[in-house]
């Protein structure tokens, strides 16, 4: 009976650190985009694969959120596909991660359009990618004006020439580097404390 107690014992302090070393914690990606005159969203693994879409809109007076859940352990891109029909194009969005798991290629859990964390190109996300184009002071003021739901710190951004170019497409990383000093659960910890008290003491019974 002891030895049955003790197997038991033992096996629940096994129990309790593999639950600590494998919880896994959900993340949702956020995004708030206005497009001139329309985009699509994709979640991706590859940076030269589009990858899944999780939102669209096509209409360039409107802003639209759209979310969608990462894996733990997994890298991932964020793609925007954008397209003008005529005139000057532009995208502008904010992004937003839940938890600490991910960062953004600026290393926190935010992100705007910018120059500096973005690339872009106007042949393909399998092409290679250079620096977007950031739109005037006079552009914006002239065709867009105020965006209400989005940071007025991010930065409408195009691929190339922003009055020339139709298609645009752009591609920024989300790395997944959770905390290395997570704490475990309060439930994890006592069921842990437990098993291994049973373990010390079935092996001083057996030394006695």
């Known amino acids: ?21 494998t919880t896994v914690s959900t993340t949702s990606l956020t995004s708030t985009i206005r497009a001139d005159n329309s985009y699509v969203i994709y979640l ?3 940076d030269k694969t589009a990858g899944t879409s999780f939102g669209t809109l096509e209409n360039w007076t409107a802003v639209a959120t759209n979310t969608t859940t990462l894996t733990s352990g997994v890298d991932y891109f964020l ?15 904010q992004f937003a991660l ?13 992100l705007l359009t910018n120059t500096t964390n973005w690339a872009a190109n106007s042949t ?6 250079t620096t977007p184009t950031a739109a005037t002071a006079d552009e914006v003021s002239g065709s867009w004006g105020s965006t209400p739901g989005i940071n007025s710190n991010a930065t409408w951004i195009w691929a190339g020439n922003n009055y020339d170019v139709n298609d ?16 475990p659960e309060p439930g994890s910890l006592a069921l842990l404390g437990l098993g291994l008290a049973g ?4 092996t001083r019974r057996r030394k006695a």
């Open 1 to 21: 009976m002891k030895t049955l107690i003790s197997t038991a014992l033992f096996a629940s302090a096994i129990a309790a650190s593999s639950a600590m070393a």
């Open 79 to 93: 793609h925007i596909y954008a397209h003008d029909t005529g005139g000057i194009a532009g995208v502008l969005g």
């Open 44 to 46: 991706s693994t590859d």
């Open 168 to 183: 645009a497409y752009f591609t920024t990383k989300i790395t997944y580097a959770p905390p290395s000093n997570k704490v």
């Open 199 to 202: 373990v010390c003491l079935a």
């Open 124 to 129: 393909g996300f399998a092409a290679g990618y």
């Open 98 to 110: 839940t938890g600490t798991d991910f960062t953004f290629s600026n290393g926190t859990q935010s």
